[in-house]
Structures are given as structure tokens and as C-alpha cells.
């Protein structure tokens, strides 16, 4: 699902922050 693939990025972006 591209939705999974959105959210992982968003987390890595947080995870970063």
C-alpha cells in the first residue's frame, strides 16, 4: 500500500526532529 509508504516516511522525518 502506498499509504504504508507515506507513513514511514512522515516517521523518519519525526524520528529526525
Known sequence: MA???AI???LQEL???
Request: hydrophobic letters at 20%.
Open 3 to 5: 499509504s504504508s509508504k
Open 15 to 17: 524520528k529526525e526532529l
Open 8 to 10: 514511514l516516511h512522515e
